[in-house]
């Protein structure tokens, strides 16, 4: 049995880094990732940098009709926080419903001596950028939303979360139902600065 090797050069996975795209979870179609595919995509979640070795993360993962159930509980937070009429209540059912699959990644953060929030928090976050790459790596779409449900009260009481966890991300995954298309990035130059940053005297 031959030792496993670590940070082995792969330029694939540079070229699937530069080259991956999300895909709108309107425009998935399915039938998206299978159970075995879904475990593919959590463990490399699971696998991000954790100061303290603490996990904090979580994953609820819904398909099928357990998506519709998350729907029904946006749509009674909508009117219960917002005095949403219940005919706009009812369309917004649909948003969890979007794309085949939906993994929703939960921030688990603790009190801790030594290790801050906001690292644990940012740890949440490249867990879900993981499981983004993972998703494309496999061949699937995939798009990490949030929007008013993952800052809702309601459906964090609804869905079990406990004090110090919140929505990071509302992950769909699917199949790709068209070719997907870039989108305007970045200018390199102007997010970048080569050396230790000049700052002139206050006069």
Not at 181 to 201: C, H, L, M, N, Y
Request: hydrophobic share 40%; proline share 5%; glycine share 8%.
């Amino acid at each position: 049995m031959s030792e496993q090797k670590f940070n082995v050069p792969n330029s694939a996975t540079y070229n699937l880094l530069m080259n991956r795209r999300s895909v709108v979870a309107k425009k998935m179609i399915g039938p998206g990732p299978d159970t075995d595919s879904i475990k593919q995509i959590l463990a490399a979640g699971m696998r991000v940098p954790d100061h303290g070795k603490l996990a904090p993360w979580h994953f609820i993962v819904l398909t099928g009709d357990e998506r519709s159930h998350l729907g029904d509980l946006i749509a009674k937070a909508l009117v219960e926080e917002n005095e949403t009429s219940e005919t706009v209540a009812e369309k917004m059912k649909g948003y969890a419903t979007q794309g085949p699959v939906l993994i929703i990644a939960v921030s688990r953060v603790i009190d801790h001596a030594v290790i801050p929030r906001w690292e644990q928090e940012l740890s949440a976050g490249a867990a879900c950028q993981n499981m983004l790459v993972a998703a494309t790596a496999l061949g699937f779409a995939s798009q990490w939303l949030t929007g008013w449900a993952a800052f809702s009260k309601h459906v964090h009481k609804g869905l079990g979360l406990k004090e110090g966890e919140r929505i990071a991300g509302l992950m769909f995954f699917g199949n790709h139902g068209e070719e997907p298309t870039d989108r305007r990035r970045p200018i390199f130059d102007e997010q970048v600065s080569w050396g230790f940053p000049k700052i002139e005297a206050a006069s």
